[in-house]
C-alpha cells in the first residue's frame, strides 16, 4: 500500500503489522486525539483529492478458495486465488505474519469459523496465490464465541455474542499449541457491529493506539481507537477507547471492509467496502485519519472494479 509498483503481500505487511516504520509516515503531533464532531457531515464528494489510493483484500471466494486482490483507485489490479479449496467455513479473519526466503514467500491469516474453533491458516506460494497451498492448524481454543475477528501479530479483535469488543493476544501453552488469550473487553454495546477491519497500531499522543474500522447494521461507518500503553504485555489493561463517527447511515448494505492508504502515507486511509449481495465495491478515502478524522474529511474514491467478482466473505 505504499507504492503502485509493490506487490499486495508487501503491501499487506506494509499497512497491517504493528507500523513501527510507518510511524515516520503520520508525524502525528503529540497529544493527537480523534474529532468526536460531523455525526451528520454532508455526503463525500468526489474528485482530483481521491486519487493515489491502494488496498490489498484478502479473502474467501464463493468457491471457499484463499485470494488475493490490489486494489488502486477504482481498478483492480490483481487477483489470485489458492487452487485447492478450504473444507471450512470461514466467517472473518485477520492478519498474521508474512515473509519471504529461498523457496519462496508465506502470509499467515488467523480465521475464526462457522465451528466456533479459530485456526492459523498458512499460504506459501512461489509468485501469488495462483501457485499457493494451505495448510490448517486449529488454535487450542473451543467454542469461541466471537465474531468480526480482525487484527495483526500484537492485537487481536473480535465482538462476543453479547456485542462486547474484546482485544487479544496470540499465546502458546506448555504444548507449544497456539491459542487466544489474555482477552480483555475494549467496548460494550457494539452488537451493531456488521463490519470491522484492522488499520494499525501507531503511537499518537505517546500511546500505542491500535485504529480499527468497521460498519453497522443500521449503516454507521465509525473508526475505533484503542488505547495500549504497552503492546508487549499481555496483562496490560486497555486504556482509553475512543469512537469516531464519520457516518451515522448509509453503510449498512457492506459485508466487510479492508484499509489501505493514499498518497503513501497512512494518514490518509484508503477504505474500500465490499457490498456482497450487491457484487459491488467502493472505496472511501479519509485525510488525517489518524490526526483528525472527521466525516468532512471522507471522500468517495468510486466504484472499484465494476467487471469483478465481489461476492466475497471474510475479507480483510
Known amino acids: 500500500m505504499l507504492g503502485r509498483s509493490q506487490s499486495a503481500r508487501y503491501r499487506l505487511v506494509a499497512a497491517s503489522v504493528t507500523l513501527a516504520a510507518g510511524l515516520a509516515l503520520v508525524a502525528a503531533p503529540a497529544g493527537a486525539v480523534p474529532d468526536h464532531r460531523d455525526p451528520k457531515a454532508s455526503s463525500p464528494t468526489k474528485g482530483p483529492a481521491a486519487a493515489d489510493c491502494s488496498t490489498s483484500l484478502f479473502g474467501v ?8 486482490r490490489s486494489l488502486e483507485d477504482d481498478r483492480v489490479v490483481g487477483n489470485h486465488a489458492v487452487p485447492r479449496r478450504l473444507p471450512f467455513a470461514v466467517t472473518s479473519m485477520g492478519y498474521g505474519e508474512s515473509a519471504s526466503d529461498i523457496n519462496g514467500s508465506f502470509v499467515e491469516i488467523l480465521s475464526q469459523n462457522a465451528d466456533r474453533t479459530p485456526r492459523l491458516i498458512t499460504v506459501r506460494y512461489r509468485n501469488n496465490f495462483d501457485d499457493g497451498r494451505w495448510t490448517a492448524r486449529p488454535l487450542a481454543n ?5 465474531r468480526l475477528l480482525t487484527g495483526s501479530t500484537s492485537n487481536y479483535f473480535a465482538v462476543d455474542a453479547k456485542g462486547v469488543l474484546r482485544r487479544w493476544h496470540l499465546l502458546r501453552n506448555d504444548r507449544g499449541q497456539r491459542y487466544l488469550g489474555s482477552g480483555k473487553a475494549v467496548r460494550r454495546g457494539l452488537g451493531g457491529l456488521k463490519t470491522l477491519t484492522h488499520y494499525g497500531t501507531f503511537v499518537l499522543g ?5 485504529v480499527l474500522f468497521g460498519t453497522t447494521r443500521s449503516g454507521g461507518l465509525v473508526q475505533i481507537r484503542v488505547v495500549d500503553r504497552n503492546t508487549d504485555r499481555t496483562d496490560e489493561p486497555v486504556g482509553q477507547v475512543r469512537l469516531v463517527w464519520l457516518r451515522k ?5 457492506y459485508d466487510t471492509a479492508t484499509v489501505g492508504n493514499c498518497n503513501w502515507t497512512y494518514n490518509q486511509a484508503a477504505i474500500t467496502l465490499v457490498d456482497r449481495d450487491g457484487d459491488r465495491a467502493r472505496t472511501y478515502k479519509l485525510s488525517q485519519a489518524l490526526t483528525a478524522p472527521s466525516g468532512k474529511r471522507l471522500v468517495d474514491v468510486g466504484q472499484v472494479g465494476p467487471n469483478a467478482h465481489w461476492q466475497l466473505r471474510a475479507a480483510f
Not at 61 to 68: D, E, V
Not at 206 to 210: I, K, N, P, Y
Open 61 to 68: 471466494s464463493t468457491g471457499n478458495r484463499i485470494m488475493s
Open 206 to 210: 505517546g500511546f500505542h493506539t491500535a
Open 249 to 253: 447511515t448509509g453503510y449498512g448494505r
Open 142 to 146: 473451543r467454542d469461541f464465541r466471537h
